[in-house]
């Protein structure tokens, strides 16, 4: 015979207060925040455009219609068509599903494998002298030239630039954990959890990681933003998306050779590219003041 468990009142309420208090600290968030309110609403309409893009872009993105070469922007193409009658306008929407996602991926990867690298190198010593050294090898060299050269070794795709960016910057994000993890492990109750004798695990990943997220999170944004330029500049080079799938990058390196004969190809994908990037950081700046325990109470 089993006995359910009724609700118990006490924790309705109190799940109800909780929700209460964060919903409460969010809204006072945006409204010390505008500028990050701005930014997100530009980030989440565009991301809705290029999820549904297949509802709300009438031409086919590949498709070449001869009779359209460099038509102007207008009715029938409203950023224009390219040197072969493709619609720039599906093609910038559809390029948006390949630039936004590169710099998901890689602001995830890079935040994953720069906090598990950061934790443990701050924590020890022994392995952190080594692991600074290879972090100090990999940003000696310029970002984008060690990114051009792992593209050329890996090949064009897009899990392959995913994956080359992460590679290039995660020594950024690394520093940054380590940094953090320094002064945190100096702290009074994680002495008192070595002392009781808990293990590695549970002092890096329950103590020591929740109080490094503050700075964690707004370097997210900023790795966010800054794929999403590596990769345009990648593709702009020839050795980022293959151009037969539509990014910003590759749609502005197509643009570059009719500047003076069709503008619209290389203006609009560059402006939809600004936008965006200014968005995000808009959303990292205002990250940065509401978890900056200092920029909170000077304000």
Not at 84 to 98: E, F, K, L, Q, S
Not at 158 to 179: F, G, L, Q
Not at 250 to 256: E, F, M, P, V
Request: charged share 15%; net charge positive.
């Amino acid at each position: 015979m089993t006995i359910s468990r009724g609700y118990n009142p006490n924790e309705i309420r109190q799940a109800k207060g909780t929700a209460y208090r964060v919903w409460t600290q969010f809204s006072r968030m945006m409204k010390k925040n505008p500028n990050m309110i701005i930014g997100l609403v530009i980030l989440f309409s565009f991301s809705l455009l290029t999820i549904f893009a297949d509802f709300l872009v009438t031409h086919d993105p590949v498709a070449i219609d001869p009779t359209d070469r460099f038509m102007g922007p207008g009715s029938k193409h409203w950023f224009g068509a390219d040197n072969i009658g493709r619609d720039v306008y599906a093609r910038v929407i559809y390029g948006g599903r390949v630039s936004l996602l590169v710099g998901f991926m890689v602001s995830v990867f890079v935040t994953l494998s720069g906090l598990f690298i950061g934790l443990v190198s701050g924590y020890t010593p022994k392995i952190d002298i080594i692991v600074q050294r290879i972090m100090d090898a990999l940003m000696s060299f310029p970002t984008l030239l060690l990114a051009l050269a792992l593209i050329a070794m890996l090949g064009g795709s897009v899990w392959n630039v995913i994956a080359v960016i992460t590679i290039v910057d995660t020594p950024r994000m690394v520093r940054v954990v380590r940094s953090s993890v320094l002064t945190v492990k100096e702290q009074q109750y994680v002495e008192a959890a070595r002392g009781i004798g808990a293990p590695i695990s549970r002092i890096l990943f329950v103590h020591i990681a929740p109080n490094t997220m503050a700075p964690v999170i707004v370097q997210a944004t900023y790795f966010f933003a800054l794929a999403i330029l590596t990769e345009a500049s990648l593709s702009f080079l020839g050795l980022g998306i293959p151009p037969e799938d539509p990014s910003w990058g590759n749609i502005l390196s197509l643009g570059r050779k009719y500047l003076q004969q069709a503008f619209w190809i290389a203006f609009f994908p560059g402006l939809v590219l600004t936008i965006n990037v200014l968005a995000m950081n808009l959303v990292g700046d205002g990250l940065r003041d509401a978890l900056d325990p200092k920029l909170s109470r000077s304000s």
